[in-house]
Structure formats: C-alpha cells, structure tokens
C-alpha cells in the first residue's frame, strides 16, 4: 500500500513525510510549553519525540521497498567530495557567528551535554526526511526535481517559525536561509549520493545557533545577511557542478 500511494503520488508522499516530521518534533516542543519544563528536561522531552520521528522514519524507508543506501545511507559517491569547496561556505557560516558572538558557556555541563544530544538527534530527523525520504520520494520525477522539490518544502515548513518574528528584516533574510539551506543540502545528496555531510553540518548549525543565540539587532542582521548570501553563490556553484555531473 505505502508502496504503491509513493509510486503513484510521489509529490503527495513527500509532503506527507515532511508533515510527519514537523508534526512529531512539536509534539515534543509543546510537552515542555505546557509541563513547564526547566532547559535540561525539556530537551530531554523534546530528544525523545525527535527520537521517535527518526525510527518512524526509518520504518518508512523500510516499507517503502527501497533500501537505505537508497536514501542517503552510504559513503559519498567516489570523487565527490574532494573538491575543498565544497565544504569551505559551510565552514564560513559556522565561524562568522562564533567569532561575533562568541559563546560564553555559562550554563551547567549536563546542559550542553543534553543540547549536543538533541542537536545530534534533529540533524539526524530532518535529513532522514527532507533529503531522505522526501528527496528519494520526489526522485522518480527525476533528480532536478527532487532538488527543487525537496527544498521548497524543507524552506516552507521552516518559513513557518521566521513568521513568528516582529522584524520584517529579519523575517525576509530566515525565509531566505530555510529555502536556500533546504537547496544547498539537497544539491549536496545529489552530488555525493549520501546523507552523511549534511547530517554533519545540520548538526553543527544547531548546535552553533543555540549557544551564540541573541538578539536580532543590526549587527546579527548583518550576519544573516552574510549567511544568506554565502549561501545563495554557494547553491549557484553547487547547482552548476551537479548539472555537469547530470544531476
């Protein structure tokens, strides 16, 4: 059944499974808004649920009738990765924010301990989703399409949360960083056939985000603005270099 529903609509499955995801991460969000949960136990509430999508997911994957190598599980394609910049924006992005906003770690050591778990986790959840099953979902209307695909939907169901904001600034420029991220991630499965770099870098984002997080005044502005940009030349090389490997 779950077989058949993704051969015959692919794009309705993907958007299914990015659902599922969302749905399953603020369920754990919403346990430690309404239990009051202090920092330490609400990601701990919040890892467990993110734990639960990422075995949901697998358990997709798996009576999807594909493989894992299939989605994203396997080395990086032979040759892939050896070009230095295909790393070196993804570096630029995590120090502009340390060196600006240089954290001070001041909370206690089980604090980050839990943080870096959680991170890890939902590094793991949203690549198994977005650039696994969504991207490999997607994939039977060709690879151009499972890029585009796969970003617009990662950038939507991220778009949410920056329409929360107050500063119309900063609303534009996160809009743009979810689209972009979502298209640069997806342009980097395609290229190395693997979901390793971006589970990596998802999981340091996070991590980096949490512990410089302040206020969005013009210099964090600024920041974005950089981040944005760098993300913008980088997914026009990316999407060069794939189109030449017939992406």
Request: proline share 4%.
């Amino acid at each position: 059944m779950i077989k058949s529903f993704i051969r015959k609509h692919p794009y309705g499955a993907a958007i299914l499974a990015a659902l599922i995801c969302t749905f399953l991460t603020s369920v754990g969000a919403a346990i430690t808004q309404i239990a009051v949960l202090d920092e330490v136990p609400g990601y701990l509430a919040m890892s467990a649920a993110v734990a639960c999508s990422i075995l949901i997911g697998f358990l997709l994957m798996a009576r999807s009738g594909h493989s894992l190598a299939f989605y994203g599980f396997r080395k990086p394609a032979s040759g892939s990765v050896k070009k230095v910049w295909l790393f070196a924006p993804l570096l630029l992005l995590e120090i502009v924010p340390l060196v600006l906003f240089a954290p001070k770690f001041q909370e206690p050591g089980a604090f980050y301990l839990v943080l870096i778990v959680f991170t890890i986790l939902v590094g793991i959840n949203e690549e198994v989703y977005f650039r696994g099953l969504v991207f490999g979902f997607i994939r039977q209307k060709g690879p151009k399409a499972a890029v585009i695909g796969s970003s617009i939907i990662f950038g939507a169901l991220h778009s949410v949360n920056a329409l929360s904001g107050t500063n119309p600034w900063a609303v534009l420029l996160q809009i743009a960083f979810a689209f972009l991220a979502g298209l640069v991630l997806a342009l980097i499965v395609s290229i190395t056939k693997s979901l390793w770099i971006g589970m990596l870098w998802h999981t340091v984002h996070n991590f980096i985000s949490y512990v410089t997080e302040t206020s969005l005044d013009r210099t964090a502005l600024i920041v974005v603005g950089v981040q944005v940009l760098v993300m913008l030349v980088y997914a026009i090389g990316l999407w060069r270099a794939g189109t030449r490997e017939q992406m």
